[in-house]
């Protein structure tokens, strides 16, 4: 059956828990969102994400073992994210897989959620050939990643306020939407007409690949305001159609921009907002046009799940080095940086 790798993943709200072999074929893959807990708070409320996570935890990894149909002693490895995330969150799978990785005598591997979601796509299509050009669209993050190998990241760029997501997020509650925004906005955005609202879309410097959705939410605020004040009534419809054109439009010209610039042929999209029915069709219309491969994962794999990080952990379980029993949580852990707090083997070897 090959490699046998469980992830964990609980750097956030969804509790998550897979086993997967060599890296693509998925034997289960759990997810327990605590969405309906957070959602009478309008977001996530950080200290009860980790008390549920605590609760949910063992139950979820029970889970992933048995609809597998396997046994701890099955498995290879442990992997779970260690950053970027909520730190009280991150702490509960990190201390489980800990456990795990020294009760069963197996090796420990530490992922960035970040790469979890980059190597979604290799759940899809592991033959990938480098160098790829990745958009990663989530709650909390917005990067153009060039890789030119396995593990091997660069930051083109990245939002300087808030992530697509985020924005999504803001702007759906804004408008009376619930928590999370983003999935509703994108279904209410399909009713309306995108051309009868125009919002501004920031491109920034000539040649800049970072990005900026602050200014689009306050012009969605401003836009609200003017109409209240005169009146009017907003449709609602032609307004999300109208954010979620000005976010589209940035990330598929910039990402394309990207791939140009850097001489890749393959695109791959990442993260929650990956999920995003316009931005889906519209990059893949503009890829096809323009002469570049858009890989992306299946929708349920672009949203918060261990499989996309037991994926990326067979990779580093190729190459190691595996982490430490003293691994810790890192909340601003960066794309490609390892960080062993209280690493005992470094301690060994420089004395
Ligand atoms: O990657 P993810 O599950 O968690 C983070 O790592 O942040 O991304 C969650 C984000 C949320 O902001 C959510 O509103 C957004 O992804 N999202 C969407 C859609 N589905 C999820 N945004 C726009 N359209 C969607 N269909
Ligand atoms: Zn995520």
Known sequence: MGRLIMGIETSCDETAAAVV???????????????????????????????????????????????????????????????????????????????LAYGLNIPLIGVNHIEGHIYANFLVEPGLSFPLLCLVVSGGHTDLVYMAGHGCYQLLGRTRDDAAGEAYDKVAR?????????????????????????????????G?????????????????????QAGETVNKADLAAGFQQAVVDVLVDKTLAAAGAMGVSTVLLAGGVAANSRLRAELAARAEKEGYRLVCPPASLCTDNAAMIACAAYYKYLRGPFAPLTLNAVPDLKLGEERYEGDFRRKIFTG
């Not at 939407?177 to 983003?182: E, F, I, L, R, S």
């Open 21 to 99: 072999a060599d890296g693509v074929a998925i034997l289960s893959s759990v997810v327990s969102s605590q969405v309906d807990v957070h959602r009478k708070f309008g977001g996530v409320v950080p200290e009860v994400a980790s008390r549920k996570h605590l609760e949910l935890i063992n139950q979820v990894i029970a889970a992933a073992l048995a609809e597998a149909g396997l046994v701890f002693n099955d498995l290879h490895a442990v992997a779970v994210t260690y950053g970027p995330g909520l730190a009280g969150a991150l702490l509960v799978g990190v201390s489980a897989a800990k456990a």
């Open 174 to 206: 804004i408008m009376g939407m619930g928590y999370p925004g983003g999935p509703a906005l994108d279904r209410l955005a399909g009713e309306g007409d995108a051309g009868s609202v125009l919002l501004p879309r920031a491109y920034l410097e000539e």
């Open 208 to 228: 800049s690949f970072d990005f900026s959705f602050s200014g689009l939410k306050s012009a969605v605020i401003n836009f609200l305001r003017r109409s209240g």
